[in-house]
């Protein structure tokens, strides 16, 4: 379906990748990694013709069509979620006009009525909307919303409508760039189960391992300016790369090694007239020898003895009858929520249903309309969202900001964690005014790190970072003694962190005495990861 030969590309004057091979094959679930900036975002548009290669191929079968989702998605217009979903071409929408406009007239036995109808019999018109409601309500979207214009709703419900019409289209080629940025808990899971049945191949970038590791069985990771293939999913690719490194090292040491030797015998018996046929083969040897570059090994997860917080009180904090409405749209009724010293606990529920605000409410950012809250005594609390960021000195640098956090910490200390979230080398002498939401959003998360309360707030802190950040995050958290509470709807974050599940419904909350796995079996969802809302 896909092949790719021989293909270079640079950009900025750094060669990207060099000969670099690449295969994709009918029906194949293919993920394409590697860090931030190694040129998977190239490789998808030179796959899609946007960039031309400066030398080698790609070639596509000719009667494949390819569907692709970007990570941000362009302005609606003036369509419907509806209309959006199902990807109505000027043809077919003046055709079902047309159509209607007769019906209602009454002229159905008209040569027009016909044509329109012959363009929407070749469209599988009647096939398409149930198709787009049904996609569409798997991915979150209620059917009072299906007829309102898409311009109404947030980006992330707009990319849920283009992610709509690319299943409803059902391309040969699916290729997803971050799929799993814009669904909560519940859509990815429904998500997750639908391309597990999905007949056409499959091209992702991701930075969701779970979800990775559920429908992936190749795996092509850019490396040293090729593209290494891996059999398996994301878990197997690792335990491959691992052992591929400590071959090319052994390889590599083992070459240095020979080189000496032969070395050592040229510099001991130059001089030696009897022995200088033997050093002039050797010398035309090392000639020969094409040298090993030293190999590079993989990023790894940097740890560091996060500062543990004060003790608090038993009850670290307590809403009582708390109601929340916005205008006639009531969000919460006489809420009773109680979270206690060492809880760490995961929001879950469809977007909308209130996770969100119940984590402003707990974290007093948010005004309610009765009831009360109490924080505990001791209580010290911090609110991570990745809307908000902390107030921050905008004339410090980078890593100023995050040693005036951190105590004691040494700058190697801190250039080391700033790494691990994705501030490297340069970036960590950047002003905090000069820095992008996303990287404001990760200077924030290293800020709570460093100095952590005894009740820390997180919706979604996983947004913005890659794999080996989140596992950065995900480590620092395990040793982390204070009270948690979180949003979040990456599956491998979740399954290793919480201990409690907090379901939010329609202003309704219902507790589950264990984790991920807990909470999908006692709430009827299957307990694998092909699980689904039914």
Known sequence: ????????????????????????????????????????????????????????????????????????????????ILELAIGITPELATAIKHIREHEKAGTTASPEYH???????????????????????????????????????????????HLARLLVMEPDLLMLDEPTNHLDLHALIWFQRYLSNYPGAILMISHDRFFMDALIETVYEIDEEQL????????????????????????????????????EFIDRFRSVTSKAAQVQSRVKTLEKIVRL?????????????????TR???KVIELEKVSKAYGEKVIYKSLDLTVERGDRMVLVGPNGAGKSTLLKILAGELEFDEGTRKAGHNTKLGYYSQ??????????????????SGGDMREEEARSILGSFLFRRADVHKKVRVLSGGEKSRLNLVKFLVNPP?????????????????????????????????????????????????????????????????????????????????
């Open 115 to 161: 044509a329109a109808q012959d363009v929407f019999d070749s469209a599988n018109g009647y096939q398409l909307e149930p198709k787009a409601k049904k996609i569409l309500a798997g991915l979150g979207y209620s059917p009072d919303s299906f007829d309102k214009p898409a311009s109404e709703f947030s980006g992330g419900w707009i990319m849920r409508a």
């Open 454 to 534: 005894n009740l820390l707030l997180m919706d979604e802190p996983t947004t913005h970072l890659d794999i080996i950040s989140i596992e950065a995050l995900l480590q620092a958290l395990k040793h982390y003694e204070g009270t948690l509470v979180f949003i979040s709807h990456d599956v491998h974050f979740i399954r290793n962190l919480a201990e409690t599940t907090l379901h939010v419904d329609a202003g309704n909350l219902t507790r589950y005495a264990g984790g991920y796995d807990y909470y999908l079996e006692k709430s009827g969802l299957d307990d694998d990861r092909s699980a689904v809302i039914k």
């Open 293 to 309: 570059p030293k190999p590079i090994a993989p990023r790894k997860v940097f740890k560091f003895n996060f500062p543990q917080p």
């Open 387 to 404: 809307h908000r960021t902390l107030s921050m000195d905008e004339s410090n640098t980078v890593i100023e900001e995050v040693m005036a």
């Open 312 to 314: 608090s009180n038993q």
């Open 228 to 263: 290494i293939s891996y059999t398996g999913n994301y878990t197997s690719y690792l335990d491959q790369r691992n052992k591929r490194y400590t071959q090319k090292v052994q390889a590599y040491r083992n070459q240095n090694k020979e080189i000496e030797r032969v070395q």
């Open 1 to 80: 379906m896909l092949i790719i030969r021989k293909l270079t590309k640079a950009l900025g004057g750094r060669t990207l990748f060099e000969d670099a091979d690449m295969t994709i094959n009918w029906g194949e679930r293919v993920a394409l990694v590697g860090p931030n900036g190694a040129g998977k975002s190239t490789l998808f548009k030179m796959i899609l013709g946007e960039l031309e290669a400066d030398t080698g191929a790609v070639d596509r079968d000719d009667y494949a069509v390819t569907g692709y989702l970007a990570q941000e998605a362009g302005d609606p217009g003036d369509e419907t």
